[in-house]
């Protein structure tokens, strides 16, 4: 696939008074399609009035964003500086140019002006492999494809890599970028992650479809969004998405692919089978403790560095997804120092540049830059004053540390075991027998509040919120609105008040010992950060850090499902997505059980029947044993181990 003439339409287009110009490109991919893209170079000659050929063109690496918001749309996640607006497309490809880049931006398969039928994340592979394939047949190319992008836009990255695309010499991940979306991102633990469906339904309102027709622009801009969620589960023709079929048919087939089959080994979306195809070159990978992705990211960071001679490196910061120019996530602030810009660079965009030029060796080229960069780069959450500040958000503090690895070197696992009267301990049960039971009623689910979400507005929002306060904005809560931990199908438990400062960082999990009257059920986990009462909030502040959920019928395989034997005690494992927090003294570490988190998750109906067809629900009495024989316990890892916590 070389360059031609059916490949670009049109003549070069000059912005910002000539010193960049945009091309637009029909890049071909192996079934005939084609994709649209901009390339956008800097002019030879910023008076110049005509750009030369592309042939004509300085060979350059090109730095390769592909994307199914609109290749031309400015997107929040773009955000470079705290104090200034969001770029533009022009603008953030300027800057790259400018820096003796080429820039290409891509509409996805069936997006944008893309040719082709969308669906989500499933033929990325091939199309990013095409069209690096592509790039790199280009003159104007000098053989080095940088792949770039947040969200989406990373997911796609991982799906070209893991199809081994030749040429793909550095990816910068942000906020995506699949390590197995059947544990993170699509499902967890069996769970149906429901954001799924509130992306479907905003993006079904910018697709190509509902561009060219009005009346579907206006019934998807209708739809009830909070209405239909209380109408699970849907069917064919049954939906908000009824009128947009292709939308409507990869939804309902995401939902009803509960066991993990042929469909989430997709390479596009299953980087954990194919990481031995993906080139050897450096990647580096960022997220944040409030976004749905961490598990993804850690994963691909240690696996690659372990994998590869290439250098990987992690970045996590107190974000929700994307929003790395934030203080604050939810009605939680860090400070001053939990911004990406003015901490670990002067902006975004330069920090990019800092590390392409790095990942690419450009180091003869006179750049300042382009020294050694930390392995991990990671923001403790925590050691602020707990006090309300002017925005109305607790000020809970943090600081950014480096580490050569992840878990940090200076932490080691530590086992909280649960007791019957509502206490963490480090001492490991003696009674002969101790349980909890609960009634759990997938009628009256547990509201999602906060936690590791994206994409779900109107009916959940990530990130930080007090567990003691539900209110209005909290979907499925009702009115006294009182604390989560006092629901009668919520076990909690904690330690007593902390004597110092216990560091928190890395994995969590769970290890349960359970029964339950149903052939079928789900285990919730939460992990919370008690903040004692003061002026602000006289009841205290409960901050979630992290939460994960299991699917029992998973109990022994993702793959092949095994109904439960109801009173039967079985030993599950519900894994949350890594963290790193700081208790401070005085602070209790608590851990909240339940069965369900709704609209996060889908709620599992103790039926046994599949949760995307099931129209029958029944209550089941659920129960956590903690006693001798059946030690349930909170892993975490601690730095200083044990003893940090005694």
Known sequence: MTCDDTAHTGRPEPLQGGALWRRTLRVPMRDGIRLAADLYSASPDP??????????????????????YGRRTRRGSDQDRSDEPVPRPEDIARYFTEARYHVVRQDCRGRGDSEGTFVKYLGEGPDGADTIAWLRDQPWCDGRVVMTGVSYSAHVQAAAAAEGATGLAAMFQDSGGFSSAYDAGMRMGGAFELKQVTWALRHAAMSPEAAADPVLAEELRRVDVPGWFGAMPWRPGRTPLRHLPAYEDFLLEQWRQDTFGDYYRNPAIYGRGFYERFPDAPSLHMGSWYDPYVRSTIENFTTLRELKSAPSYLVMGPWTHGHRCETYAGDVDFGPRATLDGNLAPSYLEFRRRWFDRALGRTDEGNPDAGELPAVQYFLMGGGDGRRDAAGRMRHGGAWRTDTRWPPASTAPVALYLTADGTLTLAQPTTAAASVTYDFDPRRPVPTMGGQVTSGEPVMTGGAYD??????????????????????????????????????????????????TAPDTDFTIKLIDVHPPNADYPHGFAMNLTDGIVRCRFHRSYEK????????????????????????????????????????????????????TARRTAISAN????????????????????GAVA
């Open 623 to 642: 129960t956590v044993h903690m006693d001798a024989e059946h030690p349930s316990h909170l892993r975490v890892w601690v730095e200083g181990g044990a």
């Open 47 to 68: 008076g110049a009035t005509e750009l030369p050929p592309l042939p004509d063109l300085p060979p350059l690496p090109v730095l390769l964003e592909r994307t199914p």
């Open 561 to 612: 499902p095994e109904l439960l034997t109801p009173g039967e005690v079985y030993e599950i494992e519900v894994t949350a997505p890594d963290t790193a927090n700081r208790f401070a003294a005085g602070h209790r570490i608590r851990l909240d059980i339940s069965s369900s988190n709704f609209p996060r998750f889908d709620t599992n109906t103790n039926t046994a029947d599949p949760e995307a």
């Open 467 to 516: 567990q003691n306060a539900p209110d209005a904005r909290v979907y499925g809560a009702r009115e006294p609105y009182l604390p989560l931990d006092s629901r009668p199908d919520v076990i909690s438990l904690t330690t007593p008040p902390l004597q110092r400062d216990v560091v928190l960082a890395g994995p969590v999990s769970a290890r349960l010992h359970i029964s339950t």
